[in-house]
C-alpha cells in the first residue's frame, strides 16, 4: 500500500498570476525593477505617484516604492506587503522614509537583486502547496523504470492535475521518445543547464513541451551535458513551485546532480525485477538513495524466479512494499501506434497507476 503524503502549506488557486504594483518615475530604477519583474514571471503595474482610490493600492499583493516616489506616499493607507526600493546603500534617510511609509523592509539594488526577485516571484507563481514529487530509480538496468515514470506522469495528468515529467538521466534512451516527442518544440536540459538562483515556475512549465497532457523536460540528441547541482535545485524547485504532481525519472548512479534530485523527492519508488542479481544491484542503489531520500519504497516485477517473491525482496532491501509493476504485454505495439506507457487507461499499467495515485494522493492535496 501507498501511504498518504501530507505537507503543511496551503493551496493556491489555479492560474491566478497577481501582478505587482510599482509606484517610481526614476527611469534608472524603473529599467531595474521591470528587468527583476520579467525574471520572477511578473508583469507589474506601474504609477508615478500611488493610484488614485485605494482599490489598486489595495489589492496589489507587493508594492515597490522607489526611493524617489517615497515623499508621495507618506499619506497612503497603512498596508502589509509594502518594500522601499533604492540604489544608495548609504543614503542615511532611507529608513526614516520606510517607517513613514509603513514599508516592511528596504532593499537596495544591486545588492538586493536576487531577495527581490525571490519576492516578486512568490506573488506572482503564488506561495501555495509544492508539487507532490516522486521518483522512480531502476534496481538494475532495464528494470523498467523510465517506462513506468512515464506511465505515472500520463496517469497522473489524466486526473486533470498539473503534471511536470523531468528526466534526470542524461545516459537514458530520452523519454520524449516513450512519449513519440523527438520532435516537440521546447526547451531540453542543455537549454537549462546554466540556471542558478530562482527559476520561475510559470517560464518553466510554459517554455516545455507538452505531450499528453504532460510537460517534459527532457534531453535533445545532442552531446551529452553535465548537469551542475546547481541547475538542477533551481530547475526542480521551480517545477514543484506550482503544485500538481513532478515524476522524476533517476539514474541508478549518484553525483551531485542526482543528490539535488533525490533530496527535493517527497517519495522514491525503486523498481527491481523479481530475480537474486537485480536484488543484489538494487541493494546497492537502495542503500546510497536512502542516505538522502527519506521515503524509498520498493516495487517489484515480475516474472518472479524460483525462491523469490515481492515479500522476501522487501524484506532483503529493508523497504516497504509499495506493489507489484504489472506486464503490459501490447506495450511495443501501443508505442509503435504512438501510444504513451500507460496511455489506455483500461491497460494494465494504466489501472496501475490510477490506484497508484488515488493512494499517494490521500491527505496529499496536490492542487
Given at each position: 500500500?501507498?501511504?498518504?503524503?501530507?505537507?503543511?502549506?496551503?493551496?493556491t488557486?489555479?492560474?491566478?498570476?497577481?501582478?505587482?504594483?510599482?509606484?517610481?518615475?526614476?527611469?534608472?530604477?524603473?529599467?531595474?525593477?521591470?528587468?527583476?519583474?520579467?525574471?520572477?514571471?511578473?508583469?507589474?503595474?506601474?504609477?508615478?505617484?500611488?493610484?488614485?482610490?485605494?482599490?489598486?493600492?489595495?489589492?496589489?499583493?507587493?508594492?515597490?516604492?522607489?526611493?524617489?516616489?517615497?515623499?508621495r506616499?507618506?499619506?497612503?493607507?497603512?498596508?502589509?506587503?509594502?518594500?522601499?526600493?533604492?540604489?544608495?546603500?548609504?543614503?542615511?534617510?532611507?529608513w526614516?522614509?520606510?517607517?513613514?511609509?509603513?514599508?516592511?523592509?528596504?532593499?537596495?539594488?544591486?545588492?538586493?537583486?536576487?531577495?527581490?526577485?525571490?519576492?516578486?516571484?512568490?506573488?506572482?507563481?503564488?506561495?501555495?502547496?509544492?508539487?507532490?514529487?516522486?521518483?522512480?530509480?531502476?534496481?538494475?538496468?532495464?528494470?523498467?523504470?523510465?517506462t513506468?515514470?512515464?506511465?505515472?506522469?500520463v496517469g497522473?495528468a489524466?486526473?486533470?492535475?498539473?503534471?511536470?515529467?523531468?528526466?534526470?538521466?542524461?545516459?537514458?534512451?530520452?523519454?520524449?521518445?516513450?512519449?513519440?516527442?523527438?520532435?516537440?518544440?521546447?526547451?531540453?536540459?542543455?537549454?537549462?543547464?546554466?540556471?542558478?538562483?530562482?527559476?520561475?515556475g510559470?517560464?518553466?512549465?510554459?517554455?516545455?513541451?507538452?505531450?499528453?497532457?504532460?510537460?517534459?523536460?527532457?534531453w535533445?540528441?545532442?552531446?551529452?551535458?553535465?548537469?551542475?547541482?546547481?541547475?538542477?535545485?533551481?530547475?526542480?524547485?521551480?517545477?514543484?513551485?506550482?503544485?500538481?504532481i513532478?515524476?522524476?525519472?533517476?539514474?541508478?548512479?549518484?553525483?551531485?546532480?542526482?543528490?539535488?534530485?533525490?533530496?527535493?523527492?517527497?517519495?522514491?519508488?525503486?523498481?527491481?525485477?523479481?530475480?537474486?542479481?537485480?536484488?543484489?544491484?538494487?541493494?546497492?542503489?537502495?542503500?546510497?538513495?536512502?542516505?538522502?531520500?527519506?521515503?524509498?519504497?520498493?516495487?517489484?516485477?515480475?516474472?518472479?524466479r524460483?525462491?523469490?517473491?515481492?515479500?522476501?525482496?522487501?524484506?532483503?532491501?529493508?523497504?516497504?512494499?509499495?506493489?507489484?509493476?504489472?506486464?503490459?504485454?501490447?506495450?511495443?505495439?501501443a508505442?509503435?501506434?504512438?501510444?504513451?506507457?500507460?496511455?489506455?487507461?483500461?491497460?494494465?499499467?494504466?489501472?496501475?497507476?490510477?490506484?497508484?495515485?488515488?493512494?499517494?494522493?490521500?491527505?496529499?492535496?496536490?492542487?
Amino acid at each position: 500500500m501507498v501511504a498518504p503524503i501530507t505537507t503543511g502549506r496551503t493551496p493556491t488557486a489555479e492560474g491566478q498570476r497577481p501582478a505587482p504594483l510599482i509606484v517610481s518615475d526614476d527611469p534608472v530604477l524603473l529599467d531595474d525593477l521591470l528587468r527583476l519583474c520579467a525574471a520572477a514571471g511578473a508583469h507589474p503595474d506601474v504609477h508615478p505617484a500611488p493610484p488614485c482610490g485605494r482599490a489598486a493600492w489595495d489589492a496589489a499583493p507587493l508594492v515597490l516604492v522607489g526611493a524617489d516616489a517615497a515623499v508621495r506616499c507618506r499619506d497612503v493607507a497603512r498596508r502589509r506587503g509594502i518594500l522601499l526600493i533604492g540604489r544608495d546603500q548609504d543614503d542615511p534617510d532611507v529608513w526614516r522614509r520606510a517607517v513613514e511609509i509603513g514599508a516592511e523592509d528596504v532593499l537596495c539594488l544591486p545588492d538586493a537583486e536576487t531577495r527581490l526577485v525571490d519576492r516578486i516571484a512568490d506573488v506572482a507563481e503564488g506561495v501555495g502547496r509544492q508539487a507532490l514529487t516522486v521518483g522512480v530509480l531502476g534496481g538494475r538496468g532495464g528494470a523498467g523504470a523510465s517506462t513506468l515514470a512515464c506511465a505515472l506522469a500520463v496517469g497522473a495528468a489524466r486526473t486533470s492535475r498539473r503534471t511536470v515529467l523531468v528526466d534526470g538521466d542524461p545516459l537514458g534512451g530520452g523519454l520524449d521518445v516513450l512519449l513519440g516527442g523527438e520532435q516537440a518544440d521546447g526547451m531540453r536540459w542543455p537549454d537549462l543547464a546554466a540556471s542558478t538562483g530562482r527559476v520561475a515556475g510559470t517560464a518553466l512549465e510554459e517554455s516545455l513541451p507538452l505531450l499528453h497532457g504532460v510537460r517534459l523536460l527532457s534531453w535533445d540528441r545532442g552531446q551529452s551535458v553535465a548537469l551542475p547541482p546547481e541547475a538542477v535545485r533551481s530547475v526542480l524547485a521551480a517545477a514543484r513551485r506550482r503544485g500538481g504532481i513532478v515524476v522524476v525519472d533517476l539514474p541508478r548512479r549518484t553525483d551531485d546532480a542526482t543528490v539535488e534530485a533525490l533530496a527535493q523527492l517527497d517519495m522514491g519508488l525503486l523498481v527491481v525485477p523479481g530475480e537474486l542479481k537485480a536484488v543484489a544491484a538494487a541493494r546497492r542503489v537502495a542503500e546510497t538513495a536512502a542516505m538522502v531520500l527519506g521515503d524509498l519504497r520498493l516495487l517489484t516485477r515480475g516474472p518472479y524466479r524460483a525462491g523469490v517473491d515481492p515479500e522476501w525482496m522487501a524484506h532483503v532491501l529493508g523497504l516497504p512494499l509499495a506493489g507489484e509493476v504489472p506486464e503490459e504485454p501490447r506495450l511495443p505495439a501501443a508505442l509503435d501506434e504512438g501510444l504513451p506507457p500507460g496511455g489506455a487507461a483500461s491497460g494494465p499499467l494504466g489501472r496501475f497507476c490510477a490506484a497508484f495515485w488515488q493512494r499517494a494522493l490521500v491527505g496529499s492535496g496536490a492542487s
